[in-house]
């Protein structure tokens, strides 16, 4: 089992940037397939990036050429720099991983197949 808790999230002007931490507990996180999620209200829940193993990422349109995920091993942390915020960036942002299934991280992608999850930051952009 691994433990997630997010950090880093604020509010910020539109334009603005932020960096979203996940800090992992608990099992060996080298090894898990992990991603960024988030969830406005009224809306549905959205993957925002993935990241396989071997660093291999994956965006959703909304986000591609302004979010960027990157994972620190040796910190046992996950991260996902948001620049050029919009408001409709605004959101629950919650971190997710799970152990590798035999097809490869790519069976989870931006999908909410994850196993476990942190509590949440909160992103607010203000326009």
């Known amino acids: 089992q691994v433990q997630l808790v997010e950090s880093g999230g604020g509010s910020v002007q539109a334009g603005g940037s932020l960096r979203l931490s996940c800090a992992a507990s608990?099992?060996?996180?080298?090894?898990?397939?992990m991603g960024w999620f988030r969830q406005a209200p009224g809306k549905e829940h959205e993957g925002v990036a993935a990241i396989d193993i071997y660093g291999s990422t994956s965006y959703a349109d909304s986000v591609k050429g302004r979010f960027t995920i990157s994972k620190d091993n040796a910190k046992n942390t996950l991260y996902l720099q948001m620049n050029s915020l919009k408001p409709e960036d605004t959101a629950m942002y919650y971190c997710?991983?799970?152990?590798?299934?035999?097809?490869?991280?790519?069976?989870?992608?931006?999908?909410?197949?994850?196993?476990?999850w942190g509590q949440g930051t909160q992103v607010t952009v203000s326009s």
């Open positions: 608990g099992d060996t996180y080298s090894s898990y397939c």
């Open positions: 997710a991983a799970d152990q590798p299934p035999p097809y490869g991280c790519s069976w989870y992608g931006l999908s909410a197949k994850y196993n476990y």
